[in-house]
């Protein structure tokens, strides 16, 4: 297709909606001829970005990190190197909205966001995956090192002062951690994988919270499932 008849076809998109969205996020749009090509690539761009994305936070959101969890799963099937899975939840959430209300919430989850951010490496992916609930996939982190940042970002939420304005005195906040290294150079699932930091998530409420619990590296050899699916492709590969 030529140049004018893309030009004509572009011209009868209906992308008002979509300039709508983009303008509401607070989007850049692209600086570029409207409706030509890089104009309309950049909106494609923005929208991508904008569907991966926590509305609140500007964290990867939900449907994003379990894509990012099932390529790291991949991965470390392939090159045998550590990853970790780190599972948190703010503790007493319920009761910040139930005393200070919503708005004071949502203060405190941005705050905790940006602080879980702030804290890891820019290889690390942040996930909101939840009202009060996050998610750290570190690739490439050695066992020795998981505790470290587990309790790095532990301590750096409670430290937080999050002002209410008003008048009204700062709140403070803690967070629980659950977390499970991914059995190296097997293939596992995401599923096994969350399941083994969510265990370790309730073991860290169920003793007291505002304390990071992880599945020692004994408990992540490899479990009878992932036994069952190494055996699976073994026998594909043999066929």
């Known amino acids: 297709m030529d140049a004018p008849h893309s030009l004509i076809a572009a011209h009868q998109l209906r992308l008002d909606l979509a300039l709508q969205l983009l303008q509401q996020a607070g989007a850049m749009l692209p600086d570029a001829e409207p409706y ?5 690539q950049g909106i494609v761009d923005a929208l991508c970005d904008l569907s991966s994305k926590d509305a609140l936070t500007g964290l990867v959101n939900r449907r994003s990190f379990e894509m990012a969890l099932g390529r790291e799963v991949d991965r470390v099937a392939r090159s045998g190197e550590p990853a970790l899975l780190l599972m948190l939840d703010i503790d007493h959430f319920k009761a910040v909205n139930d005393q200070h209300g919503h708005a004071a919430g949502d203060l405190v989850i941005r705050a905790v966001a940006q602080s879980i951010a702030q ?26 090192f998981g505790v470290v940042v587990a309790e790095r970002i532990r301590q750096r939420v409670q430290a ?4 209410l304005g008003g008048g009204q005195p700062p709140l403070t906040c803690t967070i629980s951690i659950g977390g499970a290294f991914a059995p190296q150079w097997v293939r596992s699932s995401t599923l096994i994988w969350t399941e083994r930091a969510d265990r370790q998530l309730y073991r860290a409420k169920a003793e007291g919270r505002n304390r990071a619990c992880l599945e020692s590296h004994v408990d992540s050899l490899v479990s009878a499932e992932e036994k069952g699916m190494l055996f699976a492709v073994t026998q594909q590969d043999s066929e």
């Open 36 to 40: 030509s090509e890089p104009w309309l």
């Open 119 to 144: 804290t890891v490496r820019p290889m690390d992916t942040v996930a909101r995956i939840g009202g009060e609930e996050f998610a750290i996939i570190l690739p490439n982190c050695p066992t020795s």
């Open 160 to 163: 937080l002062a999050i002002s």
